[in-house]
């Protein structure tokens, strides 16, 4: 079991480190509006991750987009990529799935918000004719392991990372894309 408190410290020193300075951190208030933006509530480890450390702008590679603000955040971009996918047809992008980073070349990584561990999945578009299912692989069982991971660098990402490094399916994909709305929204935000 991960100490939240400590892993949270050791993320904030590493996020400071490159010497750039982080954007603030978000308010409880930006996180609850967040929340009622959306329509479903962050992880606590994802809340608190963006109230402790900062509004985004660290992480592995592209680094963590700001819930709020200017330009692309997550907020933003999960009512996008929503949007697209409900009007195209077939269903892209699952409800409650935040994106908090972009990879690059259409690659998200991003949380599935209905998991109270904050699970990281990755969006990987490319090739995928229909059958969205096929485009979502699981990270990390948990926020914690990923911002972990992150600050091993051991990540899949990484250059000469092994092949035990390999990302899975996300097994239940094909489930929560069949899904049109969210079931009645879990709302741990910093409260739990």
Known sequence: MTDIDDLLRRVSVKAGAPGEPLPPPATTEEVAQTESVLGFGLPSTLARLYCEVANGGFGPDYQLFPLWGEGRTAVNVYREE????????????????LPILD??????????CRSPEGTVLIFEPNGIDGDWHHA?????ESLAGWLEVWLSETGWYEEGAGEDSEIQPWKMARQRLSERELPDPIRPGLTD
């Not at 990879?103 to 599935?112: I, R, S």
């Not at 979502?136 to 990390?140: A, E, F």
């Open 136 to 140: 979502w692989y699981l990270d990390s």
């Open 82 to 97: 929503r949007s697209m996918s409900e009007s195209g047809g077939e269903v892209h992008w699952p409800a409650g799935v």
């Open 103 to 112: 990879w690059g070349c259409g690659m998200y990584a991003a949380v599935d």
